[in-house]
């Protein structure tokens, strides 16, 4: 039987005031000309407090590794895991895929905390090359690796919406440590297993 050891890991709790958010929706669609008197604008200020409230809110998980008994040091990738987030320069949203990998050392990491360490970073108004950064250092500091290699495709509503109108355009980050980063040969092995190389 495996013994298994867990890290909480919890977003920062800023106090939050919804119903200033509420006062301040109402108050930031006024100031561009848009009237609330109809029946299905009324409510629009508070839908919109609680929407952004829930896109900056992850939910805490466990991050749950367990001995690699078996030795396995070949890559571990979980590709095209969804991702939303928020462009903090516009308050835009960008949604895309995260492949995230890793080349295990002592620990192994369960399969679904990946996805729930790319949800918790995202879920905060974000710039996508610090989002791809702090995934991989965050995922470093806890797993005694030997390379961690994260990947982002996204599509940001900042540049298709406004701006140049850019429709179907992508925005592609990527991170690579330890191995992955200095080992050229593993290097095109992530890459080329995340369908990622160019």
């Not at 367990?66 to 949203?93: Q, T």
């Not at 905390?113 to 905060?124: N, T």
């Amino acid at each position: 039987m495996h013994s298994s050891a867990a890290l909480q890991l919890v977003h920062e709790s800023p106090h939050r005031d919804p119903a200033a958010a509420e006062v301040a929706a109402a108050a930031f669609l006024r100031a561009l000309g848009i009237s609330l008197d109809s029946d299905s604008l009324a409510d629009t200020p508070a839908r919109m407090a609680r929407g952004y409230a829930e896109l900056f809110t992850p939910p805490p998980f466990d991050l749950t590794t367990f001995p690699n008994d078996e030795g396995y040091d070949e890559l571990v990738i979980s590709r095209n895991l969804p991702l939303r987030s928020v462009c903090e320069h516009h308050m835009l949203s960008f949604v895309g895929i995260a492949h995230i990998g890793y080349l295990p050392g002592e620990r192994i990491i369960g399969l679904s905390k990946l996805a729930r360490v790319a949800e918790h970073f995202a879920c905060r108004p974000q710039r996508q090359e610090r989002l791809t950064k702090q995934i991989a250092d965050w995922l470093a500091e806890q797993l005694a690796h030997r390379g961690v290699g994260v990947v982002i495709e996204a599509e940001h509503s900042c540049t298709t919406l406004r701006g140049v109108h850019a429709a179907g355009s992508a925005t592609i980050t990527s991170a690579l440590l330890g191995v992955l980063r200095e080992d050229p040969r593993s290097r095109q092995e992530f890459f080329a297993l995340t369908g990622t190389n160019a």
